[in-house]
Each structure stands twice: as C-alpha cells, then as structure tokens.
C-alpha cells in the first residue's frame, strides 16, 4: 500500500446517483439542495443523468436541471449517460463532462441497460466519440466491480475487459464502483493495484456505497492503495434502483471527517457538509444514514 495522499477530490453524487431511487422532488427543492452543497466547497458535483425519465422518474427535469447550472461557475459537473442518445442529449444541454457506466456483470448489466455486459462495452467507443467532437471529457464507470446481486462475485477479466477497452477507446477518466455495498478492504485493495496496472496515467477514481458497514473502510483502502478520487453523497443518500438491497452511498461528511482526521484534505468543509445533509433529509422527507448527521462532529459539534 502507499502512503496516504495530502489530497483527496470526493465528487459529490447525492444530486444523481442520492435521488434516483427517491420520489421526484420539484427543480426547486434540486436547486435547494445542490446550493448547500456548492456552499461545502466540494469541486466536481454528479448534477444528474440522461437516462430513461420512465425507468428514473426523479431525474426527468435533467435538461432543465442542467441549464441552471451556470449560477455556478466554480463547480465542474458532469452527468451520468447510459447510451450514446444520452450522450448527446447531455452534449445538447451544455454540459462538458459525461460519465458512462458499464456494468463488469451481465445480470446487473441487462437489469439496469437492458445490454449484456460486453455489448455496453462495445458502445464506449461511440460515446467516447460524441464527447470527445463536441470537446467535453468522458470517464467510464465500471459498475459492479466486486459483486453482481444477480450473478454473483465479478470475475476480475470481467473487470479488465471494461478497463481496458475505456483505456483502447480514449477514455478521460476511470472509476471502479462497488454498486451493491459488498466491498471489504482486503477486495478492494487487491483490484485498484491490477486496475491501475493497467491503465497507465489514466486517473482512476472509486464509488463505494455503505450497504455492509464497510464502506468507508473501502475508501480508506483506496486512498491507501492510491485512488485519489472518491465519489460520495451528502447524508448518505442514494442507491441503485436496478440492484436489489443496494442502498447507502458513502456519506460525504463522514468522508470528510475519516480523512480529515487522517491528514488528507478534500476541499470540502465539515460543517457546511453537515448542513447540507440536513438540507437533504429535508427535501427527500425521511431520515438519513449519515453518522455525523445523527451524532455530529466530535469538535464543531
């Protein structure tokens, strides 16, 4: 393992991946939340994605979302696409970061895309293709990394299938995801060392959700096995609506205090992280499975 880093980017994820497997929250209630989490000094934000507004029903505003966004020129956001039509309708609304997920398993693959794995991986070089003549960057995601809840343990070739074509397809970015919350850190120190033996100087980012206890224990094994990257969400909300069981994204302010308290800087104030959990157990209605939001921060309370 190496040492751990003076600094962490944690891409905040609570506006796509927090409210896809909520109810719809008006755009208002959106712009509420995503104003109390530009205020935490986050850097990159997930705004939302282009995807079926009839399988995510809470993302249906995405266009209109995203031309609100320019009030916020210190932020970089991206959104997620699931096939090249959704590529370019995020192309067409503005935005000049894209992520495209990839499933490494075909059950969760055809659950969530309706493609088997290696077709979805076959169409990052369209989608790479849209991003790259219209300027903007697009970073693979790498879904179910560790465990499939419909097939099982992902076989790690299933894993640097997808890595490497990204890499053969000009990919900008890679992040390797722990969909379901299965993750330990043995695991996942184990795939980040062959995953970055792969990929050069491509930057390699991970998503962990808090489903087993053990996320959080995760992304302090990537951070030590040297992902520089974390994606997180404010109050821990979210979840994948095509994954059984699977809730809990890491929350970001429990995030932020764990590395905090190890010496690694992420940008993003404690307090103001804290706040905007709060904002967002407000606009969902419902209580939150952020620690620090239900206990607070040992020195700022």
């Given at each position: ?38 205020a ?14 009839s ?45 495209y997920?990839?499933s490494?398993?075909?059950g ?16 990052i ?10 300027g ?88 030590r ?58 606009v969902?209605?419902?209580?939150l499975?952020?620690?620090?939001l ?8």
């Open positions: 393992m190496s040492a751990l880093p003076a600094k962490v980017a944690i891409r905040e994820v609570s506006m796509r991946d927090g409210l896809q497997i909520e109810t719809p929250i008006p755009l208002s209630a959106k712009l509420q939340l995503l104003e109390a989490i530009v935490t000094g986050v850097r990159e934000v997930e705004a939302t994605a282009f995807v079926s507004p399988k995510v029903p809470a993302l249906a505003d995405a266009a209109e979302l995203v031309a609100e966004l320019g009030r916020f020129d210190q932020v970089e956001f991206s959104a997620l696409v699931a096939s090249a039509n959704g590529a370019k309708r995020a192309i067409a609304a503005g935005l000049r970061s894209i992520e997920v990839v490494a398993a075909d969760h693959s055809r659950a969530n895309v309706g493609r088997s794995s290696a077709e979805a991986t076959a169409a070089s369209d989608i790479a293709a849209i991003a790259h003549d219209s903007a960057t697009v970073e693979v995601i790498v879904a179910t990394a560790w465990d499939c809840p419909f097939d099982g343990p992902t076989p790690r070739q299933r894993v640097l299938d997808v890595v490497e074509a990204a890499t053969g397809f000009g990919a900008d970015r890679l992040t390797i995801a722990d969909t379901i919350g299965t993750a330990t850190p043995r695991r996942v120190s184990d795939l980040v060392a062959l995953v970055r033996s792969r990929i050069g100087d491509l930057a390699l980012g991970a998503h962990f959700h808090n489903t087993r206890g053990a996320g959080l224990a995760s992304a302090y094994a990537a951070v096995s040297g992902v520089t990257r974390l994606d997180a969400s404010v109050g821990g909300l979210g979840g994948c609506p095509f994954a059984p069981g699977a809730s809990g994204n890491i929350a970001t302010e429990d995030l932020v205090y764990l590395l905090r308290d190890s010496g690694v800087d992420t940008d993003v104030d404690l307090r103001a992280a804290i706040a905007a959990a709060e904002v967002a157990r407000t969902v209605g419902h209580d499975p952020s620690a620090l239900r206990a607070g921060d040992r020195i700022t309370g």
